[in-house]
């Protein structure tokens, strides 16, 4: 009954406090006993064990399966407490939570028929110990376990399924592998090794997971390969929580080196998706940090409502960076509300949040607003009366609560930020990232937020080297206000995607035949014409990159330094390239040639350039592109002495150069006002979609629901004809078999 090939230190290191939730139903003894007889009777680890039952008969399942372990086996009592190396079993017409280390017995909220208990117990498993609950799914029919174990996963935790194909009824563990939310398919006997293989695997160091700072190369390719699946980059993470994901789901697949791991990762898609999963740590609960939120209802808000009050300027705005499944902005909104009741005067002030993760799963479950019986720990029965509607399966937010926040998926490294902020909350975010990356974050909270806005940061958060960017408020409770000192934002790098290259981009001229047949006279004419006497210049396309060069244009022109990159906006000299970007888009929208005339390659030289931006409009397949002339001009010649002093108020070239400014700057001005119409104009659009989505899904959802329980009971009342059609199959075959006996003609 004990599995010796588990090594017995690996058993030690097993943590005692991990819970091994078991789902079986129809033909589940066989696999359970096999799966109770794997597990060594001091592996640290607690087994629970619900399968589908009779509700009317005794159980007989303790007993079945003490037989098979030296472990204890208990049917579960209410409030009883979990202890390492015990097996609990489910009691009939009951369904099993995990609270606080402890059993609870509840009633079954649904009919028989239509209930999941296994989901039940592996949800509570999910929110009561994280990345630390195990859950498994053997013989059954229907997909009960199946969303249980997609909670497990979303938060990190160990998923295992039979393998089908040595199931009886193989529709549960085929219903969660289609799911994509198993880690490990085995047979019931291999489980409790595998299982061990993970779960007494040390957390920083040890078997399956690599040394630090060994295998390099295939953490830089492994990461590679998770930005060409989902195209984000998590090059900026901390290396140490990177590995220590990756080693976890080493564990599962028995691989000893990230090398295999990344080989391995190469044919397997599927892999990808569950270690970027695992990469993303969703940890969050309402209030946590009271004292903040204190703070935040006292001292903030009232101050933000003020100043609202005396601009005037629309409803407060605020971004909840990392909200995970969506508890940390609802809890603002909550907060937010109760402020307002205690300010009449203010109840006309709204607030709209921007709740984003890179976690879609997490932002999915966020915008359902649905949370497990385990607030109430977090909540006062206040709140949960006003905030909440009790379900039987938990608790659902208020509609005026949901309505304030707008949930989102959103790469903070990556994707452009949320603006004119009041409040943004980025906390125990950035614990995760770099060094390098937090410095580039803190600036960019700066610009997304309006002068005299919040920012909350966690516990073991700071700003950092930007301490002159804002104004602490309490150092413990890190709250701060935006400060006015803006001039380290001068390094902020603003997060863009990158556009592909174009493919001709590489294309800076045409490569003529080695030996032509036949020589033009006036192509090769034309040709040295051109090499000898033509300007430089550069095709660009709208976006601004180069896809043909003709003559020198180093003197204009010049590689960034990085990753190569063939765009005007980037190659130009800094003299020039605000005004050449300019040119290029009046030009492409008025298409009229843009003159520029006497511009300075270099504060330090008097070498000056003319640049020409003309628009191509023939052939049509050139529509988009622009023709940038460049021509070397010379500096009018200096006037001496008195001569010069008496020649006029002001030298022309300054003249010209200031009207050609103020041009600019009246063109930048309109283009704001232009661009700064559309996007609130676009913002207004997403955002009234936004919630024609959201209320279509809550539909679509609610008939999901009606059209499964439809189906569930279908499938019982098929169940009870196919019974019938049994017995009347056997009571016509007992007659004519009575018939046939008889040999007499009955009457």
């Known amino acids: 009954m004990v599995d010796a090939s588990v090594p017995a230190s690996r058993i030690q290191k097993a943590r005692s406090t991990r819970i091994v939730g078991v789902g079986a139903s129809a033909g589940g003894l066989e696999p359970l006993e096999q799966f109770i007889s794997g597990v060594p009777t001091a592996s640290g680890l607690a ?19 003490q037989r098979v372990t030296a472990m204890p086996v208990h049917e579960v009592r209410d409030a009883q407490r979990i202890e390492p190396d015990v097996v609990y079993v489910i009691p009939p017409n009951t369904e099993l939570t995990v609270v606080e280390g402890m059993l609870h017995l509840a009633s079954p909220s649904q009919l028989h028929g239509r209930r999941l208990p296994i989901d039940v117990l592996f949800s509570s498993l999910a929110r009561e110990l994280g990345d630390r609950a195990i859950g498994v799914v053997l013989s059954g029919m229907g997909s009960d376990g199946t969303l249980g174990l997609q909670a497990i996963q979303s938060q990190g935790g160990l998923t295992l399924a039979q393998q089908p194909d040595s199931a009886q009824f193989d529709a549960m563990p085929k219903s969660a592998i289609a799911a994509g939310c198993v880690d490990i398919v085995a047979l019931p006997g291999e489980m409790p090794a595998r299982i061990l293989g993970v779960a007494g695997a040390p957390a920083a160091s040890g078997p399956g997971l690599p040394e630090a700072g060994d295998h390099a190369a295939a953490l830089n390719s492994i990461l590679g390969l998770l930005h060409d699946r989902t195209r984000h980059d998590l090059a900026d993470y901390k290396p140490n929580t990177l590995v220590r994901r990756i080693g ?13 791991y990344a080989a391995f990762l190469r044919h397997n898609t599927q892999e990808l998706d569950l270690l970027f999963k695992e990469m993303l740590i969703g940890v969050t609960t309402f209030f946590r940090d009271p004292e903040v939120w204190q703070e935040l209802r006292d001292q903030v808000l009232p101050t933000l409502l003020a100043r609202h009050a005396a601009a005037g300027n629309g409803p407060l705005r605020a971004w909840v960076v990392g909200c995970s499944t969506g508890e940390e902005a609802y809890s603002l909104a909550i907060t937010f509300a109760e402020v307002l009741e205690s300010m009449p005067q ?46 039987p399966d938990g608790y659902q937010i208020d509609k005026r609560i949901r309505d304030m926040v707008l949930f989102a998926q959103h790469d903070v490294i990556l994707d452009p930020p949320f ?22 974050l803190v600036p960019l909270f700066h610009y997304s937020l309006r002068h005299g806005g919040a920012l909350l940061l966690g516990n073991s958060e700071t700003v950092g080297r930007a301490q002159t960017l804002f104004i602490p408020l309490s150092p413990k409770s890190r709250l701060f206000w935006r400060g006015d000192n803006a001039g380290a934002v001068d390094a902020m790098v603003f997060p863009t995607h990158r556009r592909p290259a174009s493919p001709s981009a590489t294309q800076e001229s045409t490569v003529p035949a080695l030996n032509p047949p036949l020589v033009n006279l006036q192509s090769v004419a034309d040709q040295l014409l051109l090499q000898t006497f033509s300007p430089p210049a550069v095709l660009v396309n709208d976006g601004g990159d180069i896809v043909y060069i003709s003559g020198r244009t180093g003197r204009y022109l010049e590689p960034a330094a990085g990753k190569a990159n063939w765009n005007i906006h980037v190659m130009a000299r800094p003299a020039i390239r605000t005004q050449l970007a300019i040119a290029l888009r009046t030009a492409l929208q008025d298409k009229t040639p843009v003159q520029l005339r006497g511009l300075r390659l270099d504060d330090e030289t008097t070498a000056t350039v003319d640049i020409t931006v003309q628009a191509v409009l023939q052939p049509k397949s050139f529509d988009g592109m622009a023709m940038i002339v460049f021509r070397d001009a010379a500096l009018p010649p200096k006037r001496r002495g008195r001569l010069a002093k008496s020649a006029g108020p002001a030298n022309t070239s300054v003249e010209d150069e200031l009207v050609r400014a103020r041009a600019e700057i009246q063109a930048l001005r309109q283009e704001m006002r232009a661009s700064q119409e559309e996007l609130q104009a676009a913002n207004e659009e997403l955002q009234s979609t936004n919630e024609e989505l959201q209320s279509a899904n809550e539909e679509l959802t609610t008939s999901k629901e009606e059209a ?8 019982t009342i098929n169940g009870e004809l196919q019974s019938k059609l049994d017995d009347l199959a056997l009571s016509q075959s007992d007659m004519q078999n009575l018939l046939n006996s008889t040999d007499i003609g009955p009457v």
């Open 47 to 65: 087994y629970v064990v619900v399968q589908h039952m009779d509700p009317t008969h005794k159980a007989l399942l303790g007993e079945l399966l």
């Open 248 to 260: 976890r789901r080493m564990a599962v697949h028995s691989l000893d080196t990230m090398t295999a």
């Open 346 to 391: 203010r109840a006309s002030c709204e607030l709209q949040i921007f709740a984003t993760d890179l976690n879609a799963d997490a932002i999915a479950a966020a915008r359902n607003g649905r949370f497990a019986p385990t607030i109430t720990r977090d909540l006062t029965p206040a709140r949960l009366a006003k905030f909440f509607t009790e379900r």
């Open 419 to 440: 603006t004119r902020l009041d409040i943004l909350s980025c906390r125990n975010l950035m614990i995760y990232f770099s060094a390098a990356l937090q410095r580039r």
């Open 708 to 715: 499964q329980s439809m189906n569930e009971e279908l499938q």
